[in-house]
Structure formats: structure tokens, C-alpha cells
């Protein structure tokens, strides 16, 4: 009874609020920061006279109009365009730049399973699952050649995040710059990502309990919650107990990029330092005066210079 009330029920509760709370402090403070100046990053040809061409590339690389920008944090986001350029540079005897873009490859692996997994997911989540859903895991798993059934994303995504973390462990210069928090995501997102496969291929769970603990949990009926929560197996409550540390770690985490990147003036700006002068909106309101004003201030002074032709002499 109370192992159900505090795995199923109240840890996942309260990392939810966290969650919620955490991420809403995170993109307010973002969106209140004062921006001074333009700093976009580029690597493109600017905008600039007519005869130097720019071509599409450039365009998105150097964006100058609002659409531009918006085409380049649209591949961004989509295709991690900027990793894809990744490159590294070994010193003697070879003294050049080699390809790096194994880590892009690692990186969108993961990025794309996880939001497989999550749309397969969504069988616990929605009644009635919605189409794409269930057509998506349809279309993803391997039916036939293994028994059970395999759901290529979920077994990706544990591929992807060993050699994420991999990466890490054994290459000397990610070693040196890797914190105990870059450790720790990887290892929590592999906990989970294990847990599920278990439950998925080893140790079986009700599924059905599973969405309407989900849905109960959701619409509050707390008693219910409860008392299903008794009847799942353990391994769930491992799994949602991760989650639930994932969950209320993350606005506090490197993984708030997933909003950052939104945020981020080194992307979200164009580059057009030549055509408009960008004003930090959070500097304060200068009171000026017009020309008139300053004329009737300094009549005398102004007159005087006007009647001896704008000549100033030094004064003795
Ligand atoms: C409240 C949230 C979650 C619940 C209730 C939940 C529940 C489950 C269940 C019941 C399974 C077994 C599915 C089956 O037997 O067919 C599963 C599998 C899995 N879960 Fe979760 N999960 C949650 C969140 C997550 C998150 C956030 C991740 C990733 C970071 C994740 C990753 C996986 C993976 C990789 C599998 C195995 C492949 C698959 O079935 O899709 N889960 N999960």
C-alpha cells in the first residue's frame, strides 16, 4: 500500500510540480535578461555590397531577414546543422583537421529515437491512442526475425546514449572537460531507457493497469491511483521513479537546452548590424531635448558664434 502511494503517486506528483515550477522560473528569467548586444554567430558571407554574392548557404549561416533566421534555427533544431560541422584538430605529426561528425550521428540517433519512444508512449498517455502512434511503432519494429517483436527506437536510443556516454569515458580530451552532472544525465537517461526494454521484453507489466494509473494520476483521482499502483510491478516503479528524477532535475540541468536553444541570442538574431541599429530595449529611457530647446537655452552663446562666422577663438 504505501510502496504504491509513494512510488506510483506521490514521487511522480511532486516531481511533475518541479518540473512545471522549475522550467517556468528557468524561461522567465531567460526571457527577462537584457540582450545589449547583437551576437549572433556566423560563418557565412554577410549581407554586404551588391557584387559580393551570398549564396544559400551564406543565407543561413549569416541570416540577415527575420525568415533567414528562422530557416537557420529551423535546421538547427531539426538536423543539429552547426554539429554537423564538427571537426577536430590533431596536432603533429598529422597537423590537420579531421572529420568529427560522429558525434552529430550519435546525437541525432539519440535525439530522434527519444522522440519515438515518446510518441509510442503515448499509448499510456491518450484514450484513444492516436493514430500516428500506433501506426509509428507498427512501422518501427522488427516483426518476424526475433521473437518478441522488436521496437527498433527503444533499443536505438540505449545504443546511441552508451556511445554518448562512451565518448566521454574513453576519449582523454571529453574525459578532461566532462563534469559529474554530464556523467550523471547519461547515466540516469540509460537507467531508464534500460528499465523500459526490461519491462518491454523481460519482465512484463500490465500495461493496462499502467495507462490507468497514467490517466487517474492525471485527472487527479488520487484514490484510484493508488490502489492501482499497488498492482504494478516493481520494475515500473523503477522506471517511473527515474523518470520522475529526470523530470525534476531537468530545469535545473544542461538539458533545459531543449528550450534554451529558443533563447539563445547567438542564434535567434539576425545578422544585420549593418542595415539597423540594435537598441537594448532594457536600456533606460534617455529624456533629450529638441533643437529648439537647446537654442533657447544657449540663445546668446549662439547668436555670438553665428555673427562671427561659426569662428571660435581659444580662450586667453
Ligand atoms: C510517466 C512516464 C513513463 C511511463 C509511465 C513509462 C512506462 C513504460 C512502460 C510501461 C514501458 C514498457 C512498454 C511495453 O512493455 O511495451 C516502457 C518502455 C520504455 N520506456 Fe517508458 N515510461 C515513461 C517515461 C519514459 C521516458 C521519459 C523515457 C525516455 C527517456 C522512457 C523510455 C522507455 C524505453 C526506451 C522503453 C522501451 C521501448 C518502448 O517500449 O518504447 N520512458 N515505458
Not at 545578422?271 to 529624456?287: A, C, L, Q, Y
Amino acid at each position: 500500500m504505501i510502496g504504491g502511494a509513494v512510488f506510483g503517486v506521490v514521487i511522480p506528483y511532486v516531481a511533475i510540480a518541479v518540473f512545471i515550477v522549475g522550467v517556468i522560473y528557468k524561461i522567465i528569467g531567460w526571457a527577462n535578461s537584457a540582450v545589449p548586444l547583437k551576437i549572433p554567430t556566423t560563418c557565412g558571407q554577410q549581407y554586404t555590397l551588391p557584387f559580393l554574392r551570398r549564396n544559400i548557404y551564406d543565407r543561413f549561416d549569416c541570416p540577415q531577414t527575420m525568415w533567414e533566421t528562422v530557416g537557420r534555427m529551423f535546421f538547427e533544431i531539426f538536423f543539429f546543422r552547426s554539429l554537423f560541422r564538427n571537426t577536430r584538430f590533431y596536432y603533429a605529426p598529422q597537423m590537420k583537421y579531421k572529420d568529427a561528425r560522429w558525434l552529430w550521428l550519435f546525437g541525432i540517433a539519440f535525439h530522434y529515437s527519444l522522440l519515438l519512444v515518446l510518441i509510442d508512449h503515448l499509448r499510456f498517455f491518450m484514450n484513444p491512442v492516436p493514430w500516428f502512434s500506433s501506426k509509428l511503432t507498427d512501422g518501427l519494429s522488427l516483426t518476424g526475425v526475433f521473437v518478441p517483436t522488436l521496437y527498433l527506437p527503444g533499443l536505438l536510443i540505449v545504443v546511441a546514449l552508451a556511445l554518448l556516454w562512451a565518448r566521454r569515458l574513453f576519449f582523454g580530451k571529453e574525459r578532461t572537460i566532462s563534469l559529474p552532472s554530464d556523467h550523471f544525465v547519461l547515466i540516469l537517461l540509460l537507467a531508464i531507457t534500460i528499465s523500459g526494454n526490461l519491462m518491454r521484453y523481460f519482465y512484463k507489466v500490465d500495461l493496462e493497469g499502467v495507462k490507468e494509473l497514467i490517466l487517474c494520476l492525471s485527472t487527479f483521482n488520487v484514490a484510484r491511483a493508488v490502489s492501482i499502483a499497488d498492482t504494478i510491478g516493481p520494475v515500473l516503479y523503477i522506471h517511473l521513479t527515474l523518470v520522475s528524477i529526470l523530470l525534476a532535475y531537468f530545469p535545473f540541468s544542461k538539458l533545459m537546452h531543449s528550450a534554451g536553444v529558443f533563447f539563445s541570442p547567438t542564434r535567434n538574431m539576425p545578422n544585420d548590424n549593418r542595415v539597423h541599429i540594435h537598441i537594448n530595449p532594457w536600456n533606460p529611457e534617455v529624456k533629450g531635448i529638441t533643437y529648439e530647446q537647446y537654442y533657447e537655452m544657449y540663445k546668446d552663446q549662439l547668436d555670438e558664434i553665428a555673427e562671427n562666422g561659426y569662428k571660435v577663438k581659444p580662450e586667453v
